[in-house]
Every structure is written in structure tokens, then in C-alpha cells.
């Protein structure tokens, strides 16, 4: 599954495709592999399914985290990025999918639409959330406080 801000060059003109790949190859194999091992977790033939795509808006960016007690994937926005709206006023904000919704569509490319991508409100609000870090496992715990 993937939620997908189409990175972009300095020029904000075309895809980033890293050296040594091509824009086809990407769409035909996604995945980055570096160790075989890797394969032990993504199986002999991973999918890649686009949940939710914008066009400037980096609100897919990092900092994924796992609820398991709802099944819930949360993350991060690029705080920083002048498209995303942040700075002295909005720190990063935090969004939810269910992965119930996102296994439903796993076997579809894009399913932009099909799933619901949440903005998570928290109170107090959570400065700047990047992973696994202590204000995003203090959210992660309140889960069922935080309203949609």
C-alpha cells in the first residue's frame, strides 16, 4: 500500500527516478531492494496500491506507526514544506487510515478515493511527530481519545 506526494525535482518540474532506474521500471517494481532478505518480509511478489495521492501537499511523508488494538496505520506530514501549510502557525499534522479498508484494495494500483485518510486532532497538539518518538507514542497510546 502506498499514500503518494509525487516527489519532484529542484525544479518542481518532473518525478525524482532515482540514478540507475527508469520511470517504467519504478512503476513495474516499486520497491527498493537492497538485501535479499528484505524478500522475507515483502514475499516473491509485492503489490504496491496507491491509497491516496495530492499534488503539492506532502501529507504522506514519514513516521509510520502501527496501532494494533484498531488496526490503525498512522502518519506524519513534511512540516516545513511551504505547500504543506506549516510554520509558526501549524506545526506537522498527523493522519490515520484503517488497514481493514487498505487490505480490501490491495489487489487494485489505485485506490485513491477507496480509503479513508483521516486528519488525527489531538489536544494538546503533538509539535512536530516524526515515528516512534515520545510525543507520537503518547498519541499512539491515547488513540481512543484522539477525535477525527
Known sequence: MALRCTPVN????APWVPLNLTAAGLKDKPFHI???EF??????????TILAETAKDPIFHEAVVWYK?????FFVQNAGNPDAGTGLNKSAAIYKISLKEADAVKSTRNAVGKVTVTLVKSAPEVPNPNGESPSVSIARLRAQKLTA
Do not use: R
Not at 10 to 13: F, S
Open 39 to 48: 524478500l522475507d518480509i515483502l514475499g516473491p511478489n509485492p503489490t504496491f
Open 10 to 13: 529542484t525544479q518542481l518540474q
Open 69 to 73: 488494538a484498531k488496526d490503525e496505520m
Open 34 to 36: 537492497y538485501d535479499d
